[in-house]
């Protein structure tokens, strides 16, 4: 199997958990039930989810008002971008 099709595919399911735990917290902050803690969120972001968890900011508006998240998953975003440009053209 390809080195490539294995990282899209980390990648893919790492994005979709990303939206979907975004969504949960969603939920549970209106249920006002227990929360993702945001260190967790984070981390799905750093370990590749990052444009799902961006994505899952925007789509259920949440966590827009914090600036941390705000500037902290674009910028997790471009060191994705940046290190995948990287080792590909290595």
């Not at 939920?27 to 260190?39: C, D, V």
């Not at 966590?63 to 995948?84: D, E, N, Q, R, S």
Request: net charge positive; aromatic share 18%.
């Amino acid at each position: 199997m390809n080195y490539l099709y294995l990282v899209i595919i980390y990648l893919s399911v790492l994005n979709i958990v990303g939206l979907i735990v975004m969504w949960l917290d969603k939920a549970k902050a209106q249920g006002n039930a227990w929360r993702i803690p945001e260190k967790s969120l984070f981390l799905v972001s750093l370990i590749g989810g990052s444009i799902g968890t961006w994505a899952g900011m925007y789509i259920f508006r949440h966590k827009t008002k914090h600036w941390y998240f705000v500037l902290g998953m674009p910028l997790i975003l471009a060191l994705h971008i940046g290190l995948a440009y990287y080792f590909y053209f290595k």
